[in-house]
């Protein structure tokens, strides 16, 4: 890095909801964000730009069958996966998206191939159309632990709200093991922001149900900071929780009142998520009103992750 580079920076989710069920759980997902995280960092000190970071780091995630994202994703009431992801670059200041796209191994890509397009939010039939267009392969995302889920599911009518989301183990079953999608976060070497969120959904919803993450209330960035949400999409949209926070930051916060006075105001409405996010000092923020949050970050000096948090604080931060 030369001296008039910035101090890069990251932090990512797989997840938000109950807690792990297991010590053995919580290494194995540790294992899984350090190794995105360190990767992205990686790339990051290279000279990777922020969006470019953002989507490889949720390339990396997409692929973990561990995360309800890309391969992995949950089911939803019909059998079918739909997943949803987006992308916003902070210089730019422009989200793009792909609401409820089927058969595609990275939902990233499709968001990303969005930013240059004057039409930047695409659903089902468009994000179909968008896959035949750009020739990209025919891809199952499908695992066996979700199929089991799904089927126990069925077989009791579909009495759950959303599906178990963080696989702690390879093929068990732990329904209650959380919710939530993946997401990236990063600062690069030019100051540079950007923001990413991919989802299978909550899990067991209603075909056309459409998630927060490919919108403003689940990803944002701008220049001053980048936010990615997870948990309950309903949640997130009726507090527009990403783009709150950043334009807490816009109106003079730090990041840190950003979070504390945003999961507060939630808190107070029982909501059920969590966040992550940076801002363009370099300052590092998470939340959650959920039981565990499961984020993962890179300092520049050090990493650390959220596992273990489940007290009853709302945020925290890393300057
Ligand atoms: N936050 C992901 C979803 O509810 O779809």
């Given at each position: 890095m030369s001296v008039n580079q910035v101090q890069p920076k990251v932090i990512i989710h797989g997840g938000a909801g109950s807690a792990l069920k297991s010590q053995e759980g919580a290494d194995a997902v540790r294992k899984s964000l350090y190794k995105v995280v360190e990767e992205v960092y990686t790339l990051l000190l290279a000279g990777a730009t922020a969006q470019a970071a953002v989507v490889h780091g949720c390339h990396l995630m997409e692929d973990d069958p561990r995360f309800n994202a890309g391969t992995g994703s949950v089911l939803q009431s019909d059998g079918q996966i739909r997943m949803s992801a987006s992308l916003m670059d902070g210089t730019t200041q422009r989200l793009s998206g792909v609401i409820n796209?089927?058969?595609?191994?990275?939902?990233?890509?499709?968001?990303?191939?969005?930013?240059?397009?004057?039409d930047r939010?695409?659903?089902d039939y468009g994000s179909a159309e968008l896959v035949r267009e750009l020739q990209v392969p025919i891809y199952n995302p499908m695992i066996e632990i979700r199929l089991q889920e799904w089927l126990q599911e069925r077989s009791e009518n579909f009495i759950k709200e959303a599906a178990g989301v963080v696989a702690e183990k390879e093929l068990v079953d732990d329904p209650e093991a959380g919710r939530g999608t993946i997401g990236v976060v990063v600062l690069d070497t030019q100051g540079n922001l950007a923001a990413g969120t991919s989802t299978g959904g909550k899990g067991f919803e209603r075909i056309g149900r459409v998630s927060?993450?490919?919108?403003?209330?689940?990803?944002?960035?701008?220049?001053?900071?980048?936010?990615?949400?997870t948990g309950?999409?309903?949640?997130?949209?009726d507090e527009c929780l990403a783009a709150r926070i950043v334009v807490r930051v816009t109106d003079g916060l730090?990041?840190?009142?950003?979070f504390e006075?945003?999961?507060?105001?939630a808190r107070g409405r029982q909501r059920d998520f969590g966040a992550i996010g940076i801002d363009a000092t370099g300052a590092i923020a998470f939340g959650k009103t959920s039981e565990v949050l499961?984020?993962?970050?890179?300092?520049?000096?050090?990493m650390g992750d959220t596992l273990e948090w489940t007290g009853d604080t709302l945020s925290g931060f890393i300057s």
């Open positions: 796209v089927s058969r595609v191994q990275h939902p990233i890509d499709l968001a990303q191939a969005l930013q240059a397009s004057p939010v695409l659903s927060d993450s490919a919108m403003p209330a689940g990803n944002y960035a701008t220049a001053e900071a980048a936010i990615s949400c309950i999409g309903e949640d997130i949209i730090s990041l840190a009142d950003a006075r945003s999961f507060t105001e499961l984020a993962a970050f890179h300092t520049g000096e050090q």
